[in-house]
């Protein structure tokens, strides 16, 4: 199974950008569909993005009025072994905890909308806090 570590978290002022890293470890990370998901306090958490094992289709949260496609940009490096999360023009509601997750032989769509108790593996997250 493989084992998550994010990376990338911290302070930024509205309308700042940060990017997230997320890097596994143990085998076969091409075999899992990769998503990060956010936690903000008080809250559920959410899915925001994933991405398919090969990189070539992503799949972003429409649940949300004020979706996150258009601002965050998930992508992966399987040489490398890391999945990222670019964020752009970040909001204070933006601020939590954001986690990767992975999914063994999951297609993004289908990681996007499955229940989070079926994911296979998960990182201990990164914060993002962002100021007004």
């Known amino acids: 199974q493989v084992q998550l570590v994010e990376s990338g978290g911290g302070l930024v002022q509205a309308g700042g950008s940060l990017r997230l890293s997320c890097a596994a470890s143990?085998?076969?990370?091409?075999?899992?569909?990769m998503g990060w998901f956010r936690q903000a306090p008080g809250k559920e958490r959410e899915f925001l993005a994933a991405?398919?094992?090969?990189?070539?289709?992503?799949?972003?949260?429409?649940y949300y009025t004020d979706s996150v496609k258009g601002r965050f940009i998930i992508s992966r490096d399987n040489a490398n072994n890391t999945v990222y999360l670019q964020m752009n023009s970040l909001k204070p509601e933006d601020t939590a905890v954001y986690y990767c997750?992975?999914?063994?032989?999951?297609?993004?769509?289908?990681?996007?909308?499955?229940?989070?108790?079926?994911?296979?593996?998960w990182g201990q997250g990164t914060l993002v806090t962002v100021s007004s």
């Open positions: 997750a992975a999914r063994k032989y999951t297609t993004a769509q289908a990681m996007g909308r499955m229940n989070t108790n079926a994911l296979d593996a």
């Open positions: 143990g085998r076969s990370f091409s075999s899992y569909g």
């Open positions: 991405v398919s094992r090969s990189g070539s289709s992503t799949y972003y949260s429409t």
